[in-house]
T-cell receptor, first 113, second 114 residues
Framework: DSGVTQTPKHLITATGQRVTLRCSPR?????VYWYQQSLDQGLQFLIQ???????AKGNILERFSAQQFPDLHSELNLSSLELGDSALYFC????????????FGEGSRLTVL | DAKTTQPNSMESNEEEPVHLPCNHS???????IHWYRQLPSQGPEYVIH???SNVNNRMASLAIAEDRKSSTLILHRATLRDAAVYYC???????????????FGQGTILTVHP
């Protein structure tokens, strides 16, 4: 158990819909990262927050957005969903901005039909 | 981000040592070498990291070449539970615009035979 909690574990929805994935980091960790893993793209970095502020952005689509709340939990919002958005979405946390190992959650598997 | 090169796959027998190589010829002076692994149906997990000297922990050892252009992750006695994808990643300890994110490549798929 990494200490990072992600919900929901599985989600099935239709094209055009919007979903929200939630992540609770390990106690004491200030950085939260979101990654997408699909079969053809591997693990892709989406975005990083540190203590509530966006700090690094990867290949995150404009249809996707994220935020980190004062209690440090984070949400990833995916809208206007397409078939190609089907993937595993991982959240990770670390203690510092660019220090400390990353601890990953078990992921949220999104299926878009 | 500086790039790493790993073999696509490797095989080992249970209870034998495994040496997983990684090339990183464009490594910069502020890059740490990190190894993560991803077991089937799980999120990646940290294995080990180092800067210049060889490192040991309960999971593995990391041998770093003197010029730092390559490294080797050593599993001293492979078990079936070690079957996973192993990722060698460079992480900028100075942060900079990367802010500590990890950039995953394709990794090495390790198969362990009983």
């Amino acid at each position: 158990d990494s200490g990072v909690t992600q919900t929901p574990k599985h989600l099935i929805t239709a094209t055009g819909q919007r979903v929200t994935l939630r992540c609770s980091p390990r106690s004491g960790d200030l950085s939260v990262y979101w990654y997408q893993q699909s079969l053809d793209q591997g693990l892709q970095f989406l975005i990083q927050y540190y203590n509530g502020e966006e700090r690094a952005k990867g290949n995150i689509l404009e249809r996707f957005s994220a935020q980190q709340f004062p209690d440090l939990h984070s949400e990833l919002n995916l809208s206007s969903l397409e078939l190609g958005d089907s993937a595993l979405y991982f959240c990770a946390s670390s203690v510092g901005l660019h220090t400390g190992e990353l601890f990953f959650g078990e992921g949220s598997r999104l299926t878009v039909l | 981000d500086a790039k790493t090169t790993q073999p696509n796959s490797m095989e080992s027998n249970e209870e034998e040592p495994v040496h997983l190589p990684c090339n990183h010829s464009t490594i910069s002076g502020t890059d740490y070498i990190h190894w993560y692994r991803q077991l089937p149906s799980q999120g990646p997990e940290y294995v080990i990291h180092g800067l210049t000297s060889n490192v040991n922990n309960r999971m593995a050892s990391l041998a770093i070449a003197e010029d730092r252009k390559s490294s080797t992750l050593i599993l001293h006695r492979a078990t079936l539970r070690d079957a996973a994808v192993y990722y060698c990643i460079l992480r900028d300890r100075a942060g900079g615009t990367s802010y500590g994110k990890l950039t995953f490549g394709q990794g090495t798929i390790l198969t362990v035979h009983p």
